[in-house]
């Protein structure tokens, strides 16, 4: 035995290959498909190249302005701090009104959205509201609203408010898409109507990834609050935008500071609370 | 006095394949019946159908469930008054269906909703005389000391005797159980089918336990509805249960019923599982 296999190991391998099916050959159908594929998505990006009137050579032409704009921003001017802090503390007013509106009206919309939870003839329509919420950007709610209530913080809370539902329900309904069915039938069981079988038996179950779910809209509701002030929504956009349209470039650079140290912070403690609930 | 759960030829089907095929039964009030059969025969599909949990099909029959003489469902309808039929009727699960991370003591609280106020229920507010009844309860089944952990803290046994519990405080006059000891170690599972005789018969309350242990039918109950393909095929007196009985009634089939001691020993792993199972308890 030990000497038949030690004898030659390699005609042994070569009768074993010869038994072996010839290796897979992709067919020439496939390499086609393959090739139009390829040639499609190059002309999709060529198409799209002309359209949105990419000119890499300004870059390059205009290469002293970004110079003086760069120089500009290194040399951040805290002279307005005071203000530009109390500007930062509205964006996050902004942010916390704008989830904690969307969180409330989420709760009963992701609920009516499960459909281990609501029939469909209901979870279908609300479904598609939320997706309407959800399809269009806060800046657009936000002009829209601006048109409502006037420029300023409210039409900025708002904006979040409507767009954040949105998401918040959808999120919500999945996390109630995924529970165990056993203790809800455990409540009807006992004659509960179906809000108690909901409150007993749903909730109990999806809370901790709702808290998660809402402190992480928290977290982009504040990034996007920086941004509605650009079109008017309060907040610390709309002295941003004031600052980069007087070519004051220092006190802009300054603001953008501010921000990026609010935002990274809020995440990191949003972040850690979150940890905690998962 | 009306029957505590009276099923008047009901059928259930998934697919081609009937779970429960035209059955009929009652059982009086305070009575105590083993449902026995092999996984499959339609045991759970029963129950769920007893509790209006599962509809029977339509046009097939009057497939009528009255419990008390409240109409649970009838015609693969749910009954208007299925609400008012459910207040008397406990459900113990095999996973037992209790919210884990609620506290035990809100667990059995849950079984006064059906009875309060729809409003002071929905919020929660229970009164003193409702958290007195369900400690109470709890101390009846041996684990009031956990009252304040959360369900999901607890021992399976403990668990499911925290559901039994819940239908006690329900006030429930039939209790419904569905394979309540198949998920639990053999001490456990006997603590649990004694807190639920000691139950039935301390509050007199009819009970109905689903089993695939033969032996614990027998030891713990009368009577004995058996199950086959969807079919009652036998419903008698516990004492005309034997191996050979067994046999006749399911064929091959019941060696997953049969308890070693009466069974000719078989070299299969899940014989010898049970095997183990029987001597424990």
Same mark, same amino acid.
């Given at each position: 035995?030990?000497?038949?296999q030690t004898a030659?190991?390699?005609?042994?391998?070569?009768?074993a290959?010869a038994?072996?099916?010839?290796p897979p050959?992709?067919p020439?159908?496939t390499?086609?498909?393959?090739?139009?594929?390829?040639?499609?998505?190059?002309?999709?990006?060529v198409?799209?190249?002309?359209?949105?009137e990419?000119?890499?050579?300004?870059?390059w032409?205009?290469?002293?302005?970004?110079?003086?704009?760069?120089?500009e921003f290194?040399?951040?001017?805290?002279t307005?701090?005071?203000?530009?802090?109390?500007?930062?503390v509205e964006?996050l007013?902004?942010a916390v009104w704008?989830t904690?509106?969307a969180?409330i009206?989420?709760i009963?919309?992701?609920?009516l959205?499960?459909?281990?939870?609501?029939p469909?003839?209901i979870?279908f329509p609300?479904?598609?509201?939320m997706?309407?919420?959800?399809a269009?950007n806060?800046l657009?709610?936000?002009?829209?609203?601006i048109s409502?209530v006037?420029?300023?913080?409210f039409?900025?809370?708002?904006a979040l408010?409507?767009?954040?539902t949105?998401?918040?329900?959808?999120l919500?309904?999945?996390?109630?898409?995924a529970?165990?069915p056993?203790p809800?039938? +455990?409540?009807?069981?006992?004659?509960?109507?179906?809000?108690?079988?909901v409150?007993?038996g749903v909730?109990?179950?999806?809370?901790?990834?709702?808290i998660s779910?809402a402190?992480?809209?928290?977290?982009?509701?504040?990034r996007?609050?920086t941004v509605?002030g650009?079109?008017?929504? +309060?907040g610390? +956009?709309?002295?941003?935008?004031?600052?980069?349209? +007087?070519?004051?470039y220092?006190?802009?650079s300054?603001?953008?500071?501010?921000v990026?140290?609010?935002?990274?912070?809020l995440?990191v403690?949003s972040?850690?609370?979150?940890?905690?609930?998962? | 006095?009306?029957?505590a759960l009276e099923?008047?030829?009901?059928?259930?089907?998934?697919g081609?394949?009937?779970? *429960?095929?035209?059955?009929?039964?009652?059982?009086?009030?305070?009575?105590?019946?083993?449902?026995?059969?092999?996984?499959?025969s !339609?045991?759970s599909?029963?129950?769920?159908i007893?509790?209006?949990?599962?509809l029977?099909d339509r !046009?097939v029959?009057p497939a009528a469930v009255?419990s008390?003489g409240?109409?649970v469902?009838a015609?693969?309808?749910l009954?208007?008054? *299925?609400r008012?039929a459910?207040?008397h009727i406990g459900l113990?699960?095999q996973?037992?269906?209790? *919210?884990g991370?609620l506290?035990v003591?809100?667990?059995?609280?849950?079984?006064v909703?059906?009875?309060?106020g729809?409003?002071?229920?929905t919020l929660?507010?229970f %009164?003193?005389?409702?958290?007195?009844?369900?400690l109470?309860?709890?101390?009846?089944?041996?684990?009031a000391?956990h009252? !304040?952990?959360?369900?999901? /803290?607890?021992?399976g046994g403990?668990?499911?005797? *925290?559901?039994?519990?819940?239908?006690l405080?329900?006030?429930?006059?039939?209790?419904?159980?569905?394979?309540?000891?198949?998920s639990?170690d053999?001490?456990?599972?006997?603590?649990?089918m004694?807190t639920?005789?000691t139950m039935?018969r301390?509050?007199?309350?009819?009970?109905?336990?689903s089993l695939h242990?033969?032996d614990?039918?027998?030891a713990?109950?009368?009577?004995v509805?058996?199950m %086959?393909?969807?079919r009652?095929v036998?419903?008698?007196?516990a004492?005309r249960?034997?191996?050979?009985f067994l046999?006749?009634?399911y064929?091959?089939?019941?060696?997953?019923?049969?308890l070693?001691?009466?069974? /000719?020993?078989?070299?299969?792993?899940?014989?010898t599982?049970r095997?183990?199972?029987?001597?424990?308890?």
């Amino acid at each position: 035995m030990l000497a038949s296999q030690t004898a030659d190991p390699a005609a042994a391998h070569r009768s074993a290959a010869a038994t072996l099916p010839a290796p897979p050959v992709t067919p020439i159908a496939t390499r086609l498909v393959r090739l139009v594929i390829a040639a499609l998505v190059v002309a999709v990006l060529v198409f799209c190249w002309h359209e949105a009137e990419m000119n890499p050579l300004l870059l390059w032409r205009d290469a002293g302005n970004m110079a003086t704009l760069g120089a500009e921003f290194l040399r951040p001017d805290f002279t307005d701090w005071q203000v530009y802090a109390q500007n930062m503390v509205e964006t996050l007013a902004i942010a916390v009104w704008g989830t904690a509106l969307a969180v409330i009206a989420g709760i009963p919309f992701g609920i009516l959205c499960a459909e281990n939870v609501a029939p469909r003839w209901i979870a279908f329509p609300v479904r598609r509201l939320m997706d309407a919420c959800r399809a269009i950007n806060e800046l657009v709610f936000a002009l829209i609203f601006i048109s409502a209530v006037g420029l300023g913080p409210f039409a900025g809370v708002l904006a979040l408010f409507v767009h954040t539902t949105g998401v918040i329900a959808k999120l919500f309904s999945e996390a109630v898409e995924a529970i165990d069915p056993a203790p809800v039938e +455990g409540i009807r069981g006992t004659g509960g109507s179906s809000l108690q079988e909901v409150i007993y038996g749903v909730v109990p179950q999806v809370l901790p990834l709702w808290i998660s779910y809402a402190l992480y809209r928290f977290e982009s509701n504040v990034r996007s609050a920086t941004v509605l002030g650009i079109v008017g929504g +309060g907040g610390i +956009g709309m002295t941003f935008n004031e600052t980069i349209r +007087g070519f004051n470039y220092p006190q802009a650079s300054a603001i953008l500071i501010i921000v990026i140290l609010t935002v990274s912070a809020l995440d990191v403690v949003s972040q850690s609370i979150r940890k905690r609930f998962i | 006095m009306a029957a505590a759960l009276e099923l008047d030829r009901v059928t259930k089907s998934y697919g081609a394949m009937r779970a *429960v095929d035209d059955v009929s039964l009652s059982i009086a009030p305070g009575e105590r019946v083993a449902l026995i059969g092999a996984s499959g025969s !339609g045991k759970s599909t029963l129950i769920r159908i007893a509790s209006g949990l599962a509809l029977a099909d339509r !046009g097939v029959g009057p497939a009528a469930v009255r419990s008390f003489g409240v109409p649970v469902q009838a015609g693969g309808r749910l009954a208007g008054e *299925v609400r008012r039929a459910r207040r008397h009727i406990g459900l113990v699960f095999q996973q037992f269906a209790l *919210v884990g991370r609620l506290s035990v003591m809100t667990n059995v609280l849950v079984g006064v909703l059906g009875r309060i106020g729809r409003l002071r229920g929905t919020l929660g507010l229970f %009164n003193a005389d409702e958290r007195r009844t369900a400690l109470a309860a709890l101390a009846e089944v041996g684990i009031a000391v956990h009252a !304040g952990k959360k369900a999901r /803290q607890l021992s399976g046994g403990q668990q499911q005797r *925290v559901a039994i519990a819940r239908a006690l405080v329900q006030g429930a006059k039939l209790v419904l159980a569905d394979e309540p000891i198949a998920s639990l170690d053999p001490k456990s599972a006997k603590r649990v089918m004694d807190t639920l005789v000691t139950m039935s018969r301390d509050h007199g309350i009819a009970l109905v336990v689903s089993l695939h242990q033969v032996d614990y039918a027998t030891a713990y109950f009368d009577r004995v509805i058996a199950m %086959n393909a969807g079919r009652v095929v036998f419903d008698g007196p516990a004492s005309r249960i034997t191996a050979s009985f067994l046999t006749e009634l399911y064929g091959a089939s019941a060696e997953e019923l049969i308890l070693p001691s009466q069974f /000719q020993p078989s070299a299969t792993p899940a014989a010898t599982e049970r095997a183990g199972l029987v001597s424990a308890s």
